[in-house]
């Protein structure tokens, strides 16, 4: 009760002060809108992005809920004004309707499938940066540190990577109620969190979910807890059109990368090597099968060719999936392409230098022995060994090679 009343008082001095701040400005039609916990902060945020993106801002009715109705309307407005120059040829179709489930379409939809520290955070916000696009992240974080090879869990996490990527959130309780707990599990889904920022409660709410996700043209994922082999079930879904990107980093530097996560080191999948090194051999047998069966819905990517060539890679994969590179496609490569600022997961460390940082990170008899345990893996993926500390330190080594995936 208590916690009402302030709500109500806290949405009635911050619509005021709101109401001031906004004054002239066109938003204030918006009555009134939930506060997050860091007002001042999101002023700021609403105030800053509000120049580059048009905001969605939740209206709240005299009921105290927040109008579905309203938001939905304003998001398909403003997916639109955003994708207004879009060159909708290149995704295959003629106008926006075309790519949303709301108005009978599919969508542009994109699996990248890896596994922890292997770049996927990077490759994601690249996506991410289309307008119009929905992330669905990491839709299986409620089975925290695990691979999922097969039974117990492949049947759930199957499901729910099939119901998300439809747009469908009915019978997903286990997704919401870990979400309630884990709100990461939503903010990396900007646009929905948009509004969830300002009421979390429209996060858990499947319906409004649902509904928000069958306007956006676009979507992506990033899973990092499931192997490729499972995912042929869904390509054969006929219903579900959608790419896969494998995307595949040199043990060495997975390795190291996982050294600063505590969440990796106690569990086996995340930091045993052997397991690890077996998956990629795994999903190198898959890569090849499912290119055969699937060319076209199939690319495989390591992380070092990407960061080596950042603008290429981008360019070739978005013209795999059928998307046109936007200005803010455009934008983010340009502020993410060499430079070295930022915390230890900000992106934006992201360089040509990055993913050999293993190399004078890791000592020799580490490196020795991942070596040993993961040759094949290696091999297969074109990564060359080092012979020695003094090898492995050397200019002239390259742990790059040419690999070839054979039918
Ligand atoms: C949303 O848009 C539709 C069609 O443009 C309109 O009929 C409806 O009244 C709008 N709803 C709200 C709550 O603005
Ligand atoms: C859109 O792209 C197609 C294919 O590249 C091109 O032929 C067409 O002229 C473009 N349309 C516009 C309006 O730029
Ligand atoms: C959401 O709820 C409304 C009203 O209860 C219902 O008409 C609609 O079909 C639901 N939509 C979805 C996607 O569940
Ligand atoms: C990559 O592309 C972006 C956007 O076109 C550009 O601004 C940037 O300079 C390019 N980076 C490199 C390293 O070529
Ligand atoms: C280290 O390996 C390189 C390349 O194989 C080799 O030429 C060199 O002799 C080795 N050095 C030592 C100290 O074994």
Redo the contacts with the bound molecule.
Sequence with gaps: MFQRINFYLICFGFGVSVLLILAGSRFTDNAVYRPGFESHRNIKNYMKTEKEELQVIPTILSSGLP?I??IL?KTKEKIKLELANYNFTYSGVRRLEDLTIETGGQPIRSIIISTWRSGTTFLGDILNAMPGNFYHYEPLLRYDIIQIRGPPHSKSAMSTIKNMLKCNFDNMEEYFDYGKEHLNQFTHNIRLWDHCKYKKELCFDSNFTSRLCKLFPFQSMKVVRIRLRLIRELLEDKELKFKVILMIRDPRGVMESRQHRDFCPPNPDCWNPELMCADMISDYVSASRLLKAYPDRLTVLRYEDLALNVNETVKELFKFLGLNMTPSVMKFLNSHTNKNVGGPSSTFRVSRDVPFKWKTALDYNHVEEIQMTCKEAMDLWGYEMAHNASHMNSKSFNPLKQYVIEE
């Design positions: 109008d109705d309203k309307n």
